[in-house]
């Protein structure tokens, strides 16, 4: 954040001009509003201070050196030694780095029965433990330690909740000191989440490092199966002219190759997101019950079913708009132009197959975008459960039936043209089919009246046998415990 942000006020100075840049006009505090302290003079501390002072709370700041930062806080607020912050206040905000933390161990006495509020953030993924607040804690045990604030930038803090995420993330042992923070996170106007011990603060403080952790394994899907139909493609339709005939068509790899590649991953990515439903179905079936539980990557599949979908969507879209910058291209002119000299004549099976083609990828994106707005946070509340699964069960085949329509359209019977087979490899189109076809089946397996009624009592609880099985998780069956427990119901 810019020091000029951090010293310019929320709201501007009022009449009398002695304030100037640091007299706060909104703020309510009175000598009976409750005294905050703040350890630290950083950037978060200037923030929280302002906000704190806004909300008409009393702020007393606690720093090593409180001459040489008074300036930058607002006039409202107090900045003195630690020692005399931390005397006057019964809710103290640890604005200071994790490792610094040892050096306020001198306030030991005067925070004793005082409630800590640990804002403190990780440099990196701490899985193991402990978090910076359970050491705070250990290091003060007289005082109640709250994890929180830390999921905030001093940016929103500054900004208020008007401009930023309004949900404040909070934990700790004591309810009393929590109820404090959690009466305080309200009146600054942010909504606060009770996460429950102070044993969940870990999870708290990894929250800010995570980068887009539910996208990982769809984003790098995209891009593994692009590469891969990118090559596949290039080596087909690009390397075989040049290596047979010494044709130099090499233009085609910036759009024509792209263009070819793109809905090969997005038809693929499509059947990605219902194989691991129409497998979990057979299981439920193979096992006759639904209490057994699944292998751990098939929950994980599961639940990246959105991502899948949304990258195929992203893929379907590129590939539109390439598809409608073809004619741009001076390569697609000269093209014309040849066909015109050599007299090509009007070929009625070739032009239904392109009107036929291009008709039914159309409805496919139209469909794929239906998926992709239901799938915002926003539109799927605003559904009931039926709708929402209508809408991304039925649609999303309807989705997966137009795109497989459009590759076979596409495809026409090239497949048993000799020379489609360049190197002995099969026409992209071929490996592409292959995924959402058998998805397609599987799904239709699965409506079978009969499958579909046994399937549906499954779900309901119903068991072919009256035993169930008991899985024990992957740490219970390292630990050396038996793979399954019978148990009569
Ligand atoms: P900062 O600008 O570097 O401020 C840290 C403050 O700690 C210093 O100004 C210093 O104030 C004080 N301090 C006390 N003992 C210290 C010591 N031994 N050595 C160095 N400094 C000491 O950091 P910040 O950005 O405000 O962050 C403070 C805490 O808030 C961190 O734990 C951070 O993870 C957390 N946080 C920050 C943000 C953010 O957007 N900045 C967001 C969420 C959480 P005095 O010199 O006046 O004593």
């Not at 090559?231 to 263009?259: A, E």
């Not at 539980?293 to 959105?306: E, H, I, S």
């Not at 009931?384 to 137009?402: D, K, P, V």
């Not at 046994?454 to 992957?474: A, H, N, V």
Request: net charge positive.
């Amino acid at each position: 954040m810019p020091k000029e942000e951090m010293k310019r006020p929320l709201i501007r100075g009022g009449g009398g001009g002695g304030g100037g840049s640091r007299h706060l006009e909104a703020s309510l505090s009175d000598p009976g509003a409750p005294v905050v302290g703040i350890l630290g003079t950083g950037d978060f501390s200037r923030s929280l201070a302002r906000r704190l002072v806004a909300s008409g709370y009393q702020v007393v700041v606690g720093s090593r050196t409180p001459k040489r930062s008074v300036a930058l806080f607002p006039e409202e607020a107090e900045v003195t030694s630690q020692m005399e912050a931390v005397s006057q206040a019964d809710l103290v905000f640890v604005a200071v780095f994790p490792e610094h933390y040892s050096t306020l161990a001198g306030l030991k006495q005067a925070l004793a029965g005082k409630t800590l509020v640990d804002v403190s953030n990780g440099v990196r993924i701490n899985r193991d433990g402990p978090s910076h607040a359970e050491r705070l804690a250990d290091m003060f045990p007289e005082s109640s330690v709250v994890k929180g604030f830390n999921t905030l930038s001093a940016w929103t803090l500054q900004m208020g909740p008007r401009d930023g995420s309004r949900q404040v993330l909070l934990c700790g042992d004591s309810s009393k000191a929590k109820g404090s923070v959690t009466q305080l996170c309200r009146s600054m106007g942010f909504v606060p989440v009770d996460m429950g011990l102070l044993s969940s603060s870990l999870e708290i403080e990894n929250l800010p490092l995570y980068l887009f952790p539910s996208w990982r394994v769809p984003v790098l899907a995209t891009l593994a199966l692009f590469l891969f139909f990118y090559l596949y493609n290039f080596v087909r339709d690009v390397l075989h002219p040049y290596v047979t005939k010494g044709k130099s068509v090499f233009y085609k790899m910036p759009v024509d190759t792209v263009n070819v590649t793109l809905p090969s991953v997005a038809l693929v990515m499509l059947a990605l997101v219902y194989v691991p439903g129409v497998y979990a179905a057979v299981l439920q079936l193979l096992w006759g019950t639904k209490y057994n539980r699944f292998p751990d990557w098939l929950d994980r599949w599961l639940t990246r079913r959105k991502q899948l979908g949304l990258c195929s969507f992203l893929c379907a879209a590129l590939h539109a708009i390439y598809s409608l910058c073809l004619p741009m291209r001076k390569s697609a002119r000269y093209k014309i132009y040849a066909d015109f000299k050599e007299g090509k004549e009007w070929d009625d099976q070739e032009v239904w197959r392109m009107e036929l083609y291009l008709s039914v990828g159309i409805m496919a994106l139209g469909l794929l975008s239906l998926l992709a707005v239901t799938s915002l946070p926003t539109v799927a509340n605003s559904l009931n459960w039926r709708e929402f699964s209508f809408i991304q069960s039925r649609l999303g085949y309807a989705a997966l039936t137009m795109a497989t329509l459009h590759t076979l359209l596409y495809g026409w019977d090239r497949a048993f043209h000799g020379d489609q087979y360049r190197f002995c490899l099969p026409p992209t189109f071929m490996l592409v089919l292959v995924l959402p076809l058998a998805v397609l089946l599987g799904r239709l397996a699965l409506s079978l009246p009969c499958v579909a009624l046994r399937l549906r009592r499954i779900r309901r609880g119903w068991e072919k046998s009256r035993q169930i099985r008991f899985t024990l998780p992957d740490e219970d069956r390292r630990n050396g415990h038996p793979l399954e427990d019978m148990s009569d119901v």
